[in-house]
């Protein structure tokens, strides 16, 4: 923050907004991206149990 408020000269509430605003940012991609590693987890221990993978919004046991 001291970076951002010293050198790019911006006063305090906008530096913490642009704080704030790459932080959502950042945890965004990390639930997306842990969301596709299981959804990945999931295809492949169906793949190796020999079954075929669900169809996007299946429910199960149909």
Do not use: C, W
């Not at 408020?5 to 906008?14: D, E, M, S, T, W």
């Amino acid at each position: 923050m001291t970076s951002l408020h010293r050198n790019a000269r911006l006063g305090a509430r906008v530096t913490y907004a642009i704080l704030a605003g790459i932080a959502g940012v950042v945890f965004t991609l990390l639930v997306v991206s842990v969301r596709k590693g299981e959804r990945m987890a999931q295809a492949l221990e169906s793949r190796g149990r020999g079954e075929s993978p669900a169809a996007p919004g299946a429910a199960e046991g149909d």
